[in-house]
């Protein structure tokens, strides 16, 4: 079989930074606010008062010191604590295919193609912006690309999962070049109310060309591909299109992002490490043989810890595991993809691995070769 490559990678990020200083003020003012407002209700006991956020906790717990959101302004108004976008219409371009086409263009350009060589895209996200038409083809719109795109979810495997399908699309004879992209507008779904979570996500997009006889200087050669799923509500997003017709309707707040971060912890990390390390022994290949390691960008604890239990030693240069989540905050499906974008040193004959993991559960597991 021809060998199948990601020939360029690109991104975009929102414009404005905010740092965990500006996001626990924030939260603690409207913390105080509430619980001097219902300050007879919590002398009662009738409500339970809210707890401050620290900037210690933060990144102790996660490693995230700063996020780029989209609207910055709205999200720590504590009149208003999310952002205000524009509303979607058939006049304009939707946000998610405006940040798309941005980091598409980087990608495009990185693999030294243009659009018309393009032959289908294929949009992964955790979070669909609309039902129909798909994003998909409003980017190919866009950008003049002929063929074939679609959109998927799978949490914050989509990225990988994207690459995967783009990559037995290739194989299969269907396409020979994919663009792949990955718009995570996270800000919509946090809920910047809760403690448990207000700090951890940030909106950006990644955009990556898979195609077969790339000669870009910076193809990287797909060797294999792991993927598992197993069904855990653990991460949970019940926002869909049955809201609108629930019995019952629901809060707002109900429709956010929700998770059990312990036992998504606890859960996770093995079966992260146990998938890399199977999937190395299939592969001949020991952890050695693996220069870096782009893993998702939840947690920088967890992620040491995968390191830890695949590499059997904690003392491991941090180089080989870059972490881009002190900057960016938790980017969703775009985080493993967005830290190979900005940490790549492989040089010639050596190894990568790409791995994503979150809701689902999923996980996907890519090793690629320097060439
Ligand atoms: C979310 C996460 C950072 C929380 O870290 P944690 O160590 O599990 O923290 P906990 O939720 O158990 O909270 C520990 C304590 O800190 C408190 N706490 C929670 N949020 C806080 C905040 N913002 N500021 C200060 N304290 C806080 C809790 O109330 C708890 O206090 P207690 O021990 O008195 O009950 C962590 O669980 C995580 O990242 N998990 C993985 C999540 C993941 O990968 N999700 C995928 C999403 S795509």
Known sequence: ?????????????????????????????????????????????????????????????????????????????????????????????????????????????????????VDAVILGTSHSARNYPAVACEVMDELGIEGYGYDMLIGCSSTTFAISNAYSDIASGLANTVLVINPELTSPHNDFTLR?????????????????????EHRVKILDRKLVTKFSSNIRSDFGYLNVVEENPRDQKDLFFKQNGKSVFKEVCPMVA??????????????????????????????????????????????????????????????SLLSFHLNNHLEKGDKGIICSFGAGYSICSLIIEKE
């Not at 924030?26 to 509430?34: A, D, L, M, T």
């Not at 001949?284 to 830890?308: G, Y």
């Not at 870059?322 to 499906?333: K, Y």
Request: contains cysteine; aromatic residues 8%; glycine residues 6%.
């Open 196 to 216: 448990d979570s207000h700090f951890i996500f940030g909106d950006a997009c990644v955009a990556s060309v898979i195609q077969k006889n790339s000669t870009s």
């Open 274 to 335: 146990n998938l890399i390390t199977d999937q190395l022994q299939a592969a001949n290949l020991e952890a050695s043989d693996i220069s870096q390691f782009w893993l998702h960008q939840a947690n920088s604890n967890m992620c040491r810890f995968i390191m830890t239990k695949i590499l059997g030693t904690s003392d491991y240069d941090p180089k080989m595991a870059p972490m881009i989540l002190g900057d960016f905050g938790n980017v969703a499906s775009a985080g």
């Open 1 to 117: 079989m021809e060998n199948i490559y990601i020939s360029g990678t690109g991104y975009w990020k929102a414009d404005e930074i905010v740092t965990n200083d500006e996001l626990v003020a924030s939260f603690n003012s409207y913390v105080e606010r509430f619980n001097n407002e219902n300050k007879l209700e919590i002398e009662a006991g009738a409500i339970k008062p809210l707890g401050l956020s620290s900037v210690e906790f933060i990144e102790k717990a996660s490693g995230i010191k700063t996020r780029y959101l989209i609207d910055k302004k709205n999200c720590l108004d504590i009149d208003v604590m999310k952002p205000v976008l524009r509303q979607e219409s058939s006049e304009n371009i939707s946000i998610l295919a405006e940040m798309s086409v941005h980091a598409a263009k980087e990608a495009l350009n990185q693999a030294g193609i243009e659009a018309k060589d």
